[in-house]
Nanobody, 125 residues
Framework: VQLVESGGGSVQDGGSLRLSCAASGNTYSGYCMIWFRQAPGKEREGVAAIGNDGRVVYGDSVKGRFIISQGHAKNGLYLQMNSLKREDTALYYC????????????????????WGQGTQVTVSS
């Protein structure tokens, strides 16, 4: 099982980036997939999750700015990030687990057992 993120980079305040996560080595049907981020000195934060049925959950800090989506075969996960702010600067990870999407727990890191290595996003003014 392998998750590989890409698409990170440096962008100015107000700009956009699209992150991708390539999923291989498993059939991800039935899985909940998620984007997390972690900034230096801060706890890992759930950004956006998508369930097997396509329902989504977003963290409060990114609602209205970020959009999570999956590829047709569920072997790709994407995060469209718009109106980026300096506080969005972090290492972004994708993760997956065969669990149901729930509004309360879907953004909690301990639910997920497949993780990528992360891609860095830096937002500057």
């Amino acid at each position: 099982v392998q998750l590989v993120e890409s698409g990170g980079g440096s962008v100015q305040d107000g700009g956009s980036l699209r992150l991708s996560c390539a999923a291989s080595g498993n059939t991800y049907s039935g899985y909940c997939m998620i984007w997390f981020r972690q900034a230096p000195g801060k706890e890992r934060e759930g950004v956006a999750a998508i369930g097997n049925d396509g329902r989504v959950v977003y963290g409060d800090s990114v609602k209205g700015r970020f959009i999570i989506s999956q590829g047709h075969a569920k072997n790709g996960l994407y995060l469209q990030m718009n109106s980026l702010k300096r506080e969005d600067t972090a290492l972004y990870y994708c993760a997956a687990a065969r669990v149901a999407l729930t509004p309360i727990r879907s953004l909690e890191a301990d639910r997920y057992y497949y993780w990528g290595q992360g891609t860095q996003v830096t937002v500057s003014s």
